[in-house]
C-alpha cells in the first residue's frame, strides 16, 4: 500500500519525500517480486505501463486510480533492475502520450529516453566521520571548484563525426579528488547530474530531477565517489535547478496532456531558454522540487545545494517590472525552512542577480531563507576594472568599482563567484579579459587573484580557470592540460594552489568572513597609483594585509598604514621568480615604525612590484620564559 501520510503532504506543498511514494520501487506483493510503479498524473483518462517487459505494449498493464487526486499505480511481478519503462498516458482529449517516469531513479543515455527500474539501497557509505563534523562553513573555509564532470578531463573529445568518449563516476575518483586536494579547494561543485536530453544545456534544461545522468554511470558510482570526496575531506555541491524545465517530448511538459508541472496561462508559461517554468504556486509542484533537494541529501550526502536562476524565481520572468512572484517566494521560505530543519549543515546557495533584500536570512525575520548568494555585482564590476587601460583606472568611476562592494557586503551572505557563466559564449577567458599584452595579463590576473582570495565572502572558480587558459570552455572538450608544459601556466597554476594554502591556513581569511571588525581597509584612496590595502583578523589574533598594484609602475618604498605595531613577513608575492615574475619582493621582514600615516600611528615600508599582490602576515612575538 501507499504511504497515505505522504500523500496528503504532497497535496498540501509539504512533503519532501515524496520519492518514496511515486516512481518505481522493488516491493513483493501476495508472494510475488517485482516492481510497484506509481505517478501523479491528475489529468488523465487512463495510464499504462509499458517497457522492455511486456514489449511496449500496456494493454495488460492498466494502472489504477489510488484514492483520490490523480494518482496511478500498478505492481507487476518479475520486473527487474534496468529494465525500461515508460507511462503510456491516454489523455482527455484523445491523444497517447508516452512519457518518462519524473521520480525515476535512473534513465538510459541520452538520446535515448527511458526510464530504468533501480534499485538505490545498499550503498555502504563510509563517510559518518564527514557528517558528523560537517557545518554550513560560514566561519570555516568555503573554496569551491565548479566543474563540469564530463568535460574536465576526457578519454575521447567529441568532433564533427563522431562522440566523444567520458570518464565516469567511479573513474574520477582517481582524477579529480587528488588535483583538488592538492590545490587547496574544499568543495567540488558539480554542474547539474539530474538527467537531461542535450550536452550544450550543461544540464540546465533537465528532465530526471531524481535521475543521475547516466552519461557518466550508474548512480551507485555517483554515490561512491561523493563517498570518497568526503573520505579525503572535500564537500560535494550540486546544480539545481528549480526555476524551469525542458520541454522535450519525453518529460514533464503537459505530462498527462495539462498542466501538471508548469503554469496554465500561457503569458506566463515559457521562459527565454525556449523552457518551460515549473507552476511555483501549485502545492504539488511545491513539494516535487522539495523531495528532489531533499532526495540528493538524503540518498547521495550531497553537502551544498547551488540553485540556478533564483531571479527568475523572485520576479515574474526575472523581470522586476512584472513584479514579485509571490508563489515562488513562498516555496523558497518554505523549501529552505524544512531543509534547515531535516539537513541543518547542508549549504542552500541563490545565484541571484537582484537587489531583492534578505536573501540570506531567515524566513522567520522576513528573508528566503539561503545560506549564500553570489555576488554577481562584484564579480562584474571586478571585470570591467581589469579591462580597463590602467591610465583610467585612476577615475572615479573605474577606482570605485574596487572599492563598491564593501559598501554593501554584510548584507548579505555572499560568495565570490568566477563561474562558467563568465568564459563561455565569446565573453573570454578570466585571462583574456585582463588589460595588455600576455606578460601584463598574466601579472594582473595573480593580482587580481590576490584580491579575490583575500577579499571577505567565499570563493568560487570554474575549472580552467587556474590554468589561465586562452580558450572558452567547450562541453565537448578537455581541459587544457597541455598548458602546463609552458612556464607561464604551469607557474600560474602553481600560484592558484598556493594562494589557496595560505587561505587554509589563516583563520583571518575565512573566519570573520560575515563581520564587519574582521576587515579594515587600509589603502583605498591612491587613486593615481591604484594601490590597494586592507587588513583582515580573526578572533585568535591572526592578522594579514592585502596589498595590490594595479597599475605598470613600480613603488619602492610605499608606505602602508597597519593596525598593530610588529613585524610583518611577506607569505606571498605574485612577482616572484616561481611564479614567472621578476622577483621585486621583501625578503626581510617588515618592520613597522611609529610613522603616521591615514590615521594609524604605525606603518610599514613596502617594494611593490608592477602589476601584483602581496600578502603580509602579523609576525607574533613568542612569550619569553
Not at 531558454?273 to 528532489?292: I, K, N, P, Q, T
Request: aromatic share 16%.
Amino acid at each position: 500500500m501507499l504511504d497515505n501520510f505522504l500523500i496528503q503532504l504532497f497535496h498540501e506543498g509539504n512533503c519532501l519525500e515524496m520519492y518514496k511514494v511515486f516512481g518505481a520501487h522493488f516491493a513483493e506483493e501476495n508472494g510475488q517480486k517485482g516492481v510497484r510503479f506509481t505517478v501523479y498524473a491528475p489529468h488523465a483518462k487512463g495510464v499504462q505501463v509499458i517497457g522492455s517487459f511486456n514489449k511496449w505494449n500496456g494493454e495488460n498493464h492498466e494502472m489504477q486510480r489510488y484514492n483520490y487526486g490523480g494518482i496511478w499505480t500498478l505492481f507487476i511481478p518479475r520486473v527487474k533492475q534496468y529494465d525500461i519503462y515508460k507511462y503510456r498516458i491516454h489523455a482527455v482529449d484523445g491523444r497517447i502520450l508516452d512519457r518518462a517516469d519524473p521520480y525515476a531513479f535512473f534513465s538510459e543515455l541520452r538520446p535515448a529516453t527511458g526510464s530504468m527500474v533501480y534499485n538505490l539501497d545498499g550503498f555502504r557509505w563510509a563517510d559518518k566521520r564527514w557528517l558528523n563534523k560537517r557545518t554550513k562553513n560560514f566561519d570555516k573555509v568555503l573554496n569551491i571548484y565548479e566543474a563540469n564532470i564530463g568535460s574536465w578531463k576526457m578519454k575521447k573529445d567529441f568532433t564533427d563525426e563522431e562522440d566523444g568518449e567520458f570518464y565516469s563516476y567511479e573513474e574520477m575518483i582517481d582524477q579529480i579528488i587528488p588535483y583538488v586536494v592538492e590545490k587547496g579547494f574544499s568543495h567540488i561543485e558539480l554542474m547539474p547530474l539530474n538527467e537531461f536530453p542535450f550536452d550544450g544545456s550543461w544540464g540546465y534544461q533537465p528532465t530526471g530531477y531524481f535521475s543521475a545522468t547516466s552519461r557518466y554511470g550508474h548512480p551507485k558510482q555517483l554515490m561512491k565517489f561523493i563517498n570518497a570526496c568526503h573520505k579525503n575531506n572535500i564537500g560535494v555541491i550540486m546544480d539545481f535547478v528549480p526555476a524551469h524545465f525542458v520541454k522535450d517530448a519525453h518529460g514533464l511538459y503537459e505530462f498527462d496532456g495539462g498542466c501538471v508541472y508548469e503554469y496554465p496561462d500561457i503569458n506566463l508559461r515559457f521562459t527565454e531558454w525556449d523552457s518551460a517554468y515549473f507552476d511555483l504556486g501549485r502545492e504539488e509542484v511545491r513539494s516535487f522540487l522539495m523531495s528532489a533537494v531533499h532526495f540528493w541529501a538524503d540518498y547521495f550526502h550531497i553537502d551544498g545545494i547551488r540553485f540556478d536562476a533564483i531571479s527568475n524565481l523572485i520576479y515574474w520572468k526575472g523581470n522586476k517590472e512584472r513584479g514579485v512572484n509571490d508563489g515562488a517566494i513562498e516555496f523558497m521560505k518554505r523549501m529552505n525552512s524544512n531543509m534547515n530543519r531535516k539537513f541543518p549543515s547542508v549549504m542552500l546557495i541563490a545565484e541571484d542577480s537582484t537587489d531583492y533584500p534578505n536573501v540570506t536570512r531567515a524566513p522567520e525575520v522576513g528573508g528566503l531563507g539561503f545560506d549564500y548568494k553570489w555576488d554577481l555585482g562584484w564579480m562584474n564590476d571586478t571585470l570591467a576594472y581589469f579591462k580597463k587601460d590602467p591610465v583610467y583606472r585612476q577615475y572615479d568611476d573605474t577606482h570605485n568599482k574596487l572599492t563598491f562592494s564593501m559598501m554593501y557586503f554584510y548584507r548579505e551572505n555572499y560568495i565570490l563567484p568566477f563561474s562558467h557563466d563568465e568564459v563561455v559564449h565569446s565573453k573570454g577567458t578570466i585571462l583574456d579579459k585582463m588589460w595588455g599584452n600576455n606578460d601584463q595579463k598574466f601579472a594582473q590576473c595573480k593580482a587580481l587573484y590576490v584580491y579575490m582570495m583575500t577579499h571577505p565572502g567565499k570563493k568560487l572558480n570554474f575549472m580552467g580557470n587556474e590554468l589561465a587558459e586562452y580558450k572558452e570552455w567547450d562541453e565537448k572538450k578537455a581541459l587544457g592540460w597541455n598548458l602546463l608544459k609552458f612556464p607561464q601556466h604551469d607557474s600560474f597554476n602553481r600560484f592558484f594552489g598556493d594562494l589557496n594554502h595560505i587561505i587554509q591556513e589563516h583563520p583571518a581569511l575565512y573566519q570573520y568572513d560575515y563581520y564587519p571588525e574582521g576587515f579594515e581597509w587600509l589603502v583605498v584612496d591612491d587613486k593615481k597609483q591604484s594601490v590597494f590595502a586592507y587588513s583582515r583578523s580573526a578572533p585568535n589574533g591572526d592578522l594579514i594585509i592585502a596589498i595590490m598594484n594595479f597599475i605598470g609602475n613600480a613603488h619602492k618604498g610605499y608606505r602602508i598604514p597597519v593596525p598593530e605595531e610588529g613585524s610583518y613577513k611577506e607569505i606571498l608575492n605574485t612577482d616572484r621568480d616561481i611564479y614567472t615574475g621578476s622577483h621585486y619582493i621583501n625578503k626581510k621582514l617588515l618592520k613597522s615604525e611609529k610613522i603616521a600615516v591615514l590615521n594609524k600611528e604605525n606603518s610599514i615600508s613596502v617594494d611593490i612590484a608592477p602589476f601584483s599582490g602581496i600578502i603580509l602576515e602579523l609576525k607574533k612575538e613568542k612569550n619569553k620564559k
